[in-house]
């Protein structure tokens, strides 16, 4: 178990840029792990945002979010970021990040299933506005 603490929410107008932060707590790591951001609007499912492959080295993003969104990894200080640019009305929620349960490339082809996820963070609220 990794305890993930994420910071950097806030207000931001849309068409604006905020960067969030997942880092590990206690001396704990996931440099071993591939990570996800997913994030919960109110009364809606915690969706899939993106995903960073073990190395740092390979992502993928939701649709609605290429272009925009940025996922990186510092796996010498076990920090996940989230750089957000050009937000939109629908990008608005609760962002959270989480350790995939597989350990190195072994959950990879299974990054878009929150399933495979674990460790999640307490979230951080984005709000936009407009």
């Known amino acids: 178990q990794v305890q993930l603490v994420e910071s950097g929410g806030g207000l931001v107008q849309a068409g604006g840029s905020l960067s969030l932060s997942c880092a590990a707590a206690?001396?704990?790591?996931?440099?071993?792990?591939?990570m996800g951001w997913f994030r919960q609007a109110p009364g809606k499912e915690r969706e899939f945002v993106a995903a960073i492959f073990w190395t740092g080295t390979g992502t993928d993003y939701v649709d609605s979010v290429k272009g925009r969104f940025a996922i990186s990894k510092d796996n010498t200080n076990n920090i996940l970021y989230l750089e957000m640019n050009s937000l939109k009305p629908e990008d608005p929620a609760v962002y959270y990040c989480?350790?995939?349960?597989?350990?190195?490339?072994?959950?990879?082809?299974?990054?878009?299933?929150?399933?495979?996820?674990?460790?999640w963070g307490q979230g951080t609220q984005v709000t936009v506005s407009s």
């Open positions: 989480a350790r995939q349960t597989g350990l190195f490339g072994s959950t990879w082809h299974r990054r878009r299933d929150i399933q495979i996820y674990v460790d």
């Open positions: 206690s001396g704990g790591t996931f440099s071993t792990f591939p």
